[in-house]
């Protein structure tokens, strides 16, 4: 029965392999113009697309089962404790200007990812350890990498990380992913050709990418993205705001998918920086646990989640959303919406009801800013229920959307803010890695306390030596656990007060063949080698 | 050298350049944000990165050496680099000048065809209630943000210029109705009508010159409008202009970008005032 | 042409008492939601429906018309006097006011004043009561909105200045500022209405642009401009045109002031 079932679906998948047309072109748009062609300098999403479509990488991790796979590296064994990685490279492959593949281009990438003079954040996750990468060749095809400290999670790594030739003047004039860039009109449109030289294959040995190509629109206006897919100019949309997911499913039930909860999380955090411009007493409110689980409780998610998101959202318990299976920990429950918790935790803190309004042990009125990015409906409708919520328990709540420029300057500079309410969009699976900065007391991106000299609490030095702890260990359980001890801890003490992950909606047109959106972005096209277009009558000859 | 010859204009225009290109820039550096890079909200850049990331916007925090070296740097056809695109401003500008000067003249052109026919034909209606629909069409235009008239355009396949033309429409429209309607209530004009003089010939000769002044110096300013009305309208149509170039710009703080704009920008405004001030001296001298 | 104007007059009148008497005509406050009532249609309970956090429609409008009927108009006043004093004394005078003028003109129309705005909210304290930023921000528009209107204003001046009856005044030995008040001033009449008639729904939505900067009406608070901002979302439109209520009284209250203040047609 097994092998009958294991035979029956080989046969089917080739005959869709067989049957799958190739040629034509795939429309999708980004929200702004790529920055950069060069994969190494890849920071914003519009050129993480691009590099994702035409950058080839040693190892990829496959977004829908969340498993390591071998790409241009045939196999890898990690040594010596983390501190050394070794590659079998794939023979016979070529770059996008026939010019052929081998260790040296390797080797060349790794000597650029260790220039100083290289800013980026792919080169600052593997220079993590603080120590030189060295890479070299041990092999006709083989090629070693050797970190001066044990790196947990390497491999992951690699998914991001881009081969470029050696030989050529530009990294994006030789590629080794599915697609090459042929033409980029600035504010109109990026034009990417299937790579000649691509060496996927499919199951029945033809030739991949099935696309002829791809074309990335510039558009950063929602509604005219819509109703450019509802006429038909565009085969997928991603994230998709709730409102226009309901309606699209409405119209076309069979275009639109919903991917589950994404790794995006919102949330908000107070300000407790000690030389931070607002009232110390005010300071005193944001340091006091018992004020910020207060706070928590008097959260109505399930409201923000059946209001704002139109139910496309779950409640939120930490960073880790539960899209990511690796690091989410599953002990953790959201905070429920509990008003009488909330007041009764602002008692025990020696707060009370004067009237309407909530004063503290100085009587001083409890009132406080949250800022957020002006622009952003979402976030505007969040922060007018917050005021709601907190308004019930006595705490007036001065909602202040801000320019985006001047946000991050208050919360990465000045400290001119007392909460901010924001969102993370999380593109990466290792989440600890991802975001020592964030989690680490010294770290630039510590939201409520940047840049701490030392750890301002106990509970922030026990979070550091977790994160230390799981940076280098190389058991994955005894990272795992580490990990789980932190979000314990923020859960616990709740210097973050985290809301919703947003659900990943996206729409695809019924002629895309192959979709499979993924809660991991990039969600629509993290298959494009797979994908091909129904109805296009051009077969391309092998 | 006379407030009129052609130095003067000249002079006069190169130093409005200099100063609004130095009032713009440092308007942008003392905005907030200035030198923020989205970047910095990555959690993986280094401290390394995160210090490079801020000396790269070093060369701008005086706005007077920056601009000291912009200048030097644009006598050489040099405006700088874009932080925000990644490419020669130069070459931004060029790409994309061709789309917003089209948009920009056609939008003019449809909505002061409209706006001058309409209120020649309300104000020689003489009917009180025939300004009824002119202006409740004004007003309705005027009462809409300029974001659902980008919507409206591309919902029926027209293109930004209509909405621009609908900007400019009911900005210049009462002016035009209330210069041709006092024009035509004049007394020379109404013993002209009296004495059997024809209509056209009256409006000719009679209306327009008494009327041309306001209207050439509206003519001045509705070109700038126009330019200005195009940045929301191409950032919201997405259409490839120098207006989505801006509007990106100042959400980036893209100091190259913004200075070489708002320069545009003044040798627009400049040239089409100077034109219009010419044109109002000589119409002046004519009647004289 | 009188009734027309009594008939606006009446809807300007109406305009300011429903929206001084919003506390006590709205059936609820403008912050109040009803969140298990989100999205819905006109009723008995909610006359225009309610918006997506449930909240009044017909409460928010009435509140909302506090910003938009009062703060516009007064900027838009501001604004247009400016344009009047400015025009006049370079048009009237010409020389080297009128370069002054025309000069500083051209630069205020080619400055970008946005980042004077992003500057003003970043100076003003996070925790200010709305009404104070709302000031300042119309206060800043007046002030960098008067430079289109000066150059008509100086333009029509210019034309007045060699007509029959100013010759006449300064021959009889008028002073310059009796030549000005008497002469000019009447006959700029139909100019700075049509400005100011222009300015004010300029002002009013450029408040509501602003707010995609964090600038203008922050919430709860609603004002006409920040709930037209809905309108973008052209497909809300179709499925509730009730959500164009802001946009019908916006047009009322424009023609209405268009027909309340148009001049005459005398020459004075």
Known sequence: MGI???????????????????????????????KTFDPLLAEEEPSDAVRFLTGGVLIRFNRQSQQLEPELAQSWTVRDHGKRIDFLLRRNVRFSDGTPFGPA???????????PNLHSGIADSFRSTGGDIRAELSGPNEVSMFFSAPVAGLELLFDQLAISSSRARMPQNAVLGPFMLTEYKAGQYVLLRRNPYYWKTDSSGKNLPYLDSVRLDIQANRETELLRFRRGELQLVDKLEPEA??????????????????????????????????????????????????????????????????????????????????????????????PQLARKLLQEDGFRLDGEGLRDREGNAVEFSLITNAGSTTRTQIGAMLQQDLKKIGIRLNFTPIEFQSLIERITRTQQYEACLLGLSNTEIDLPNSQMNVWLSSGALHAWNPKEPKPATSWEAEIDRLMQTQHTEMDRKARKAAFDRVQELIAEQAPIVY??????????????????????????????ESLWLAGTGQRRKN | MSKRSPAWIVCRGIGILMLSGLAGATLVRLAPGFGIEEQALDARLSAQTRSALERRHAGERNPLVFYA???????????????????????????????????????????????????????????????????????????????????????????????????????????????????????????????????????????????????????????????????????????????????????????????????????????????????????GSHSS | MKAIRIVAVSILSSGAVLSM??????????????????????????????????????????????????????????????????????????????????????????????????????????????????????????????ASGARIVSASVTSMRTAAAVLQARAYGCSNGRVLRIHILPNLKPVLSAQFWILVPVFLLTEANLGALGLGVAEPMPSWGNMLAELQNYQRVAESPWILAPALFLFLVVASLHFAVSGSTTWE
């Open chain 1, 105 to 115: 281009d390797v080797v060349a990438v790794v000597r650029r990812i260790m220039d």
């Open chain 1, 245 to 338: 997911y309901q309606r699209l499913h409405k119209e076309a039930p069979s275009t639109v998918r919903n991917a589950g909860p994404s790794l995006d999380a919102e949330f908000f955090w107070f300000n407790q920086a000690p030389d931070a411009p607002f009232p110390a007493y005010k300071r005193g409110w944001m340091q006091s646990k018992l004020f910020r689980r207060a706070i928590s409780a008097a959260v109505n998610r399930d409201d923000i989640i059946r209001l704002v998101y139109r139910g496309y959202a779950r409640p939120a318990a930490g960073p880790a959303s539960p899209a990511n299976s690796l690091w989410a920990n599953s002990k953790l429950t959201p905070q429920r919406y509990d």
């Open chain 1, 499 to 528: 809301l919703v992950h947003p659900d990943v909606l996206v729409a695809v047109s019924p002629a895309v063949r192959n979709a499979a959106p993924s809660a991991l972005p990039p969600h629509l096209f993290w298959n494009i």
């Open chain 2, 69 to 283: 070296h912009f200048l030097a740097g644009l006598f050489h056809g040099d405006a700088g680099r874009s932080v925000v695109f990644g490419q020669p401003v130069r070459n931004l500008i060029r790409d994309r000048a061709g789309t917003t000067i089209v948009a920009v003249g056609a939008g003019l052109a449809v909505g002061w065809c409209a706006a001058v026919l309409l209120g020649l034909a309300v104000a020689l209606s003489r009917n009180a209630t025939a300004t009824l629909p002119a202006f409740a069409l004004s007003g309705s235009l005027l009462s809409m943000p300029s974001a659902v008239l980008a919507t409206v355009c591309l919902l029926l396949g027209l293109t930004p210029a209509i909405a621009i033309a609908a900007v400019v429409f009911p900005r210049v429209f009462p002016h035009a109705y209330e210069q041709l309607r006092t024009g035509l209530a004049a007394p020379h004009v109404l013993m002209g009508r009296a004495g059997g003089i024809s209509g056209t010939r009256l409006l000719i000769f009679y209306v327009g010159p008494s009327i041309l002044m306001p209207l050439v110096a509206l003519a001045g300013v509705s070109v700038t409008l126009a330019f200005g009305a195009s940045i929301p309208i191409e950032a919201l149509a997405d259409s490839p202009g120098i207006g989505q170039l801006a509007w990106r710009a100042a959400l980036g703080r893209d100091l190259p970008v913004l200075v070489t704009v708002t320069l545009l920008l003044t040798v627009v405004t400049v040239l089409a005032n100077t034109i219009a001030d010419v044109a109002m001296a000589r119409a």
């Open chain 3, 21 to 146: 008497g919003a506390g006590l005509l709205a059936p609820y406050n403008y912050a109040a939601q009803f969140r298990e009532h989100a999205n819905e249609p006109p009723s008995r309970k909610f006359l225009l429906g309610t918006d997506p956090l449930g909240r009044d429609r017909f409460s928010r409008l009435l509140y909302g018309s506090r910003v938009s009927l009062f703060c516009a108009p007064v900027a838009a006043l501001i604004a247009t006097a400016l344009s009047a004093g400015i025009g006049l004394v370079a048009g009237y005078f010409g020389g080297w006011a009128n370069e002054f003028a025309s000069g500083l003109t051209d630069l205020f129309l080619s400055l970008p004043w946005l980042f004077v705005l992003l500057t003003l909210r970043a100076l003003l304290p996070l925790n200010l009561s709305p009404w104070p930023s709302i000031a300042a921000t119309f206060l800043l528009l007046a002030a960098v909105g008067w």
């Open chain 1, 4 to 34: 009958g079932l294991r035979t029956g679906v080989l046969v089917l998948s080739a005959l869709a392999c067989a049957s799958a047309q190739s040629g034509s072109e795939l429309r999708f748009c980004l929200r702004a113009d790529p």
